[in-house]
């Protein structure tokens, strides 16, 4: 596990070049989440100088809600991303959770991703941090921690909207680089004991302890711990 710690327009900064980074290796499978730490990072990303047609944006959850919904991750992305773009754009694959069916909701993203990635990883996904350890849609005690599948329906998350769509924790981890965005003092306590290694079971913790390659981006001091 990697940290990265600056002030919130040096994180922008960092956030920004690694893409650049990430994008100059090739074609790129990114997932991204909503939330309010969304409105830090796709403010990095859009400043990036990079080929965009050489991206394909996914999704790491969606509440069922209209695009036109504040609430909604793809939503945000097209108002602050995508939309103001000039020149090439990326290949855009938003979750759909406003229908009825969140079921078969999951399953459509699903072959989606099966479709897309032929069955391999996302290359990067970039996520948030709640300050009880949540990542994207997954919660303390969500089936998304345990799902077989890829997108897993979400019928009782603890927050509103309750509706939600979210890739499962298992292939999360499977994803080649994960960059957590950890902005605000109220986010201090998780990141510390994640990066403290103080044992605990919150997403984050689990994200952290299984996936192979993670990045803490944070305005918060913190100290490392030892194994």
Known sequence: ?????????????????????????????????????????????????????????FWVDECAVPVTDPESSAGLARQML??????????????HAAGPDLEEAALDYDHVLDRELAGEPLDLAI????????????????PAIEAQTRVVAIHDAPRIPRRRLSLSL?????????????IGGRKRAIVQSV??????????????????????????AVHRGGR
């Open 1 to 57: 596990m990697q940290l990265v710690v600056a002030t919130l327009e040096g994180l922008r900064a960092e956030l920004s070049s690694a893409f650049e980074q990430q994008v100059a290796t090739g074609p790129l499978s990114c997932g991204l989440s909503g939330g309010a730490t969304a409105l830090i990072y796709l403010g990095a990303l859009r400043t990036a100088a990079v080929d965009w047609t050489r991206v394909s944006l």
């Open 127 to 142: 996520v948030g941090v709640g300050e009880d350890g949540h990542v994207g849609a997954i919660f303390a005690g969500s």
């Open 170 to 182: 298992p292939f999360l981890v499977s994803t080649r680089r994960i960059w957590v965005v950890a």
């Open 195 to 220: 990066v403290g290694r103080s044992g605990g079971d919150t997403p984050l913790h689990l994200l952290a302890r299984y996936a192979e390659d993670v990045t803490i981006f944070t305005d918060q």
């Open 82 to 95: 995508i939309d103001p773009m000039e020149g090439g754009r990326p290949r855009v694959f938003p979750m």
